[in-house]
């Protein structure tokens, strides 16, 4: 069973509100993921961080997202200003760092609803 | 480009018998590595098999195997005497060690076990 813990599991905003969860993944994971999940199932890559240095994200995340992994505190994700397309599950996922062939495991993710 | 695809949105079976999930991928990379997930109705992801693309060997876990088919690009997960609670979607992803270890997703297929 995955130990990646996400908070809150149901957040809802107003649009134009900011939006902010948290992962505290696996323990001596350091390499952590957040995804994001619409109404279809698509999966979307938002961006991870070996550390706390961010290793690759997309266009759509430098401008509106913004997430840390702090040494000793939990990562997050804070959408700056939410819209209503931003309405999905947010997953964090963490593995080891030992290359492609590591397992990579989820947290139950946060339900966001822009309202 | 969609670099892993799933042409199956859902598939039904009676309880106890074997079913397929299909699954192709696209990649530059000489090595890299194959997943397969399933997401329960309470949105948890679980990982369930892993191919590496040096192996010949098809993996097995369980009553989980692949069917790997590098020259064609495909693996197909198989499960074998099913059971009701194998109900979830499933996704297979990729994971490229010449893009950051991003695990990249297919659009899922929806398996129902029927009694």
């Known amino acids: 069973n995955s130990k990646v813990i996400q908070t809150p599991r149901y957040l809802v905003k107003g649009q134009g509100q900011k939006a902010k969860m948290r992962c505290i993944p696996e323990?001596?994971?350091?390499?952590v993921f957040w995804y994001q999940q619409n109404k279809n199932n698509e999966f979307k890559f938002l961006i991870n961080?070996?550390?706390?240095?961010?290793?690759?994200q997309i266009d759509m995340t430098e401008k509106r997202f913004s997430a840390e992994c702090p040494s000793n505190s939990p990562c997050s994700l804070e959408i700056q200003s939410s819209e209503a397309g931003d309405s999905a599950l947010y997953l964090c996922?963490?593995?080891?760092?030992?290359?492609?062939?590591?397992?990579?495991?989820f947290g139950k993710g946060t339900r966001l609803t822009v309202v | 480009a969609q670099k892993v695809t799933q042409t199956q949105t859902s598939i039904s079976v009676m309880e106890k018998t074997t079913v397929t999930m299909d699954c192709v991928y696209e990649?530059?990379?000489?090595?890299?590595?194959l997943f397969w997930y399933k997401q329960t109705a309470s949105g948890e992801i679980v990982f369930l098999i892993r191919?590496?693309?040096?192996?010949?060997e098809n993996a097995t876990v369980g009553h989980y195997s692949l069917n790997f088919q590098k020259p064609k690009s495909s693996i197909g997960l198989i499960i074998t005497a099913t059971q009701i609670e194998d109900s979830a979607v499933y996704f297979c992803?990729?994971?490229?060690?010449?893009?950051?270890?991003?695990?990249?997703f297919g659009s899922g297929t929806k398996l129902t076990v029927e009694p």
């Open positions: 990649t530059q990379d000489s090595s890299y590595f």
């Open positions: 992803a990729m994971r490229e060690v010449s893009n950051y270890n991003v695990l990249y």
């Open positions: 191919q590496d693309s040096y192996k010949k």
């Open positions: 961080f070996q550390n706390q240095e961010v290793l690759q």
């Open positions: 323990k001596g994971h350091p390499v």
């Open positions: 996922a963490s593995s080891l760092p030992q290359g492609a062939n590591t397992e990579v495991f």
